[in-house]
């Protein structure tokens, strides 16, 4: 017996009422008004933006990202947001100011004979950090830095060439300054350090990666300034020190400061501007983030997110205004924040803005040349399962739509279309396809703040993997395509009006793409979970693993129902009967793994009960509970300590799957489930002992609390 009919003529119902999909067409939105959108926004005006922002060193609150926050601001006033402001938020770190720097090769009296770095070629050729400096020094090479490289080359009152990876600098900057007394480090890449998807100096050897210094001290000395060189540099330099008959002799300036002007204390900012909804009692503000601090270029990462986003608020604007475009039910709040921090000091705050909030689009990386190099793939990360909604479903739907509007096959032409169905393209952009795709969750973004505890927010986020320019002089215009960084600005407002536009008369669209979707979902799944019946050779432990990864997939989805009932109050009787077809589900499922237990195992009884390890028994016993608030988790977040071996995204979403209900052992389950089904190779693995691990530290944080299981 078989219940999944039911789920399926739920969907094809739902379906039948919505508007019919044409070919290459965005189904949850008129098509009108897909056009529109797509139409309006231009990735010609979004890079001009990228101009203006790559031209500034951005670290964290220096003088340069208030120039270029302000600069944004300006902007977004012009584009016409609605209260629009620059927020000045507390910072836990360190400001800097890089002002300026040279480092010369001098003769014997101190005239110049040759620039080795400078500000004016690159201000990351300058350490962030680096303290205020006047020295001029022999210099001495001390190949990898190991203390007997440094103990031989007596280094007290000298600047140091070393070559390493880029965690290296901070291990030399002690070793050599601060406990041998150094007068300064110049750092290049070690030609073999491995690439691991960003950072290939050997295939790129005038990348120069943008470092930070610590600023603590050791023993009472300081950390002094550290120039960061690329690798035909740090070789030129090399061979020229060995050839040399006499040491090298180096002037060192560095204007730089620890501080800002623009505030007396470490300070960040964040813009705010909104679309008001014309139902702001909805308290359903749909949010797009992205983040202006970064490097000197940065053009992609993530001065492409803030471009993209201000043509967004540009052409929505422009269209409400002129009439062309509803103004959308729910308000958007347009976040141009400090990368990760700002929407934690944010929330802690304020945290009653947290019961405002529905949902968030990040873009972090929007606007890379996919032909370049390893070719860059747009992913786009999926909503986790802690906090799945029929936001990843809009998501996928939005990326489907994109990706076959831009893409070519032999039948669309034998069909009449040109190179693609429904193309956009930027007038000086590239005609490549786009390549993008939905992938699991991954954070280190601005998406991360939104989905973690305490905030419970669910969230995407749009990156380019892999980006092998990331964090270095290579992160430039001319590896922007405005072709692309035009798709995914159109992707991002599709979903972002989606959301925020969706009533009663779009929950039928909106319903069939969350159960289509979740079905398919669920049937991936189950396909898992009959793979271990087949694979594994207990197929006792086989049958409950298959079990776990079931009932997985179905709370995953009871969620994504759940979600569909924010879009209006009327709908509840139908979401209710989802559900109820979605517990029908389950059960069949559950069923055909019992029968398949059967058959694997050569048997005609149920499964033998359970066994539970030592470590898994007192994982049972637990069920942890979250008790910090936003301020709580801001100051000691950091104070959980996962396992090392443990892949820290997933960590951090056991973390948030914490509700007060599920046990340390339900986590396992979870997590489990989670790995199966993306893969080990992206989540690793995890062991009952990791979980315990993770859980007592959580405790220890004061964060969490377990609570005895009776």
Known sequence: MTTARPLLLAACVLAASAPAAAAQQYPLLDSTLTNRISAEISGDAAYDHIRILSAYHRPQGSDTLFVAASYVQRMARAFGLDSVHLIMQESKRATWNPGT????????????????????DNRIELADRSRPADVTAELVDVGAGSDAELDAANVAGKIVLVRGSPGDLGRVMAAAVQRRGAAGVIWYPDPYTPSRGFFSFGDQPTMVPWLTLSTQPIDGKLPTFAFVISLRGGVALHNRAAASKAPLR??????????????????????????????????????????????????????????????????????????????????????????????????ADHPEILKRLWVDINQDMVGADQSVDVMRTQNVNRVPFARFHFLNDVMESVIDYMVAANSSNITQYRNGYGLYPK??????????RYNAQPVWYQGDSDHEGFVDAPAGIPAVGFGN?????????????QFIDRTQLGRNAVSAALIAYTIASADSSDFAALAAETVGRGEARIGRSVGVAMQLLAAWPDKTAAYYAAADQVRYAIEREHRAIASLGGISSSKAAAVAQMQGTLDEREKSALHELELAYQREAHTTHAPPARKLSATEMELAKMRPAIVGGPREFLFHRDDVEPDSGVNEYLSSQLLATIDG?????????IAAAEIREAGTQYYGEITPENVLHLLESAQRSKLFRIDPVR
């Open 101 to 120: 720097s040279d480092l010369w090769i001098v003769d014997d009296h101190g005239a110049p004979l040759e620039r080795v770095a400078s500000s004016i």
């Open 250 to 347: 180096l002037h060192a300036i560095v204007k730089s400061e620890l501080g800002s002007t623009v505030h007396s204390k470490p300070w960040m900012p964040m813009v705010e501007g909104v679309i008001r909804g014309t139902s702001p009692d909805a308290a359903q503000d749909v949010v797009l983030t992205g983040h202006m601090q970064e490097e000197q270029h940065s053009a992609n990462d993530d001065a492409s997110g803030c471009a993209s986003m201000l043509e967004i608020a540009r052409a929505l604007t422009k269209l409400i205004d002129e009439g062309f475009l509803p103004r959308p039910r729910r308000t958007i709040r347009f976040w141009f924040t400090t990368e990760n921090d700002s929407e934690r000091r944010y929330f």
């Open 423 to 432: 193309p956009h393209l930027s007038h000086n952009g590239s005609m490549d």
């Open 465 to 477: 993997e892999p980006d092998r320019f990331i964090h270095s002089n290579l992160d430039d215009l």
């Open 661 to 669: 209900h599920r046990t340390g052992l339900d986590l396992y389950h």
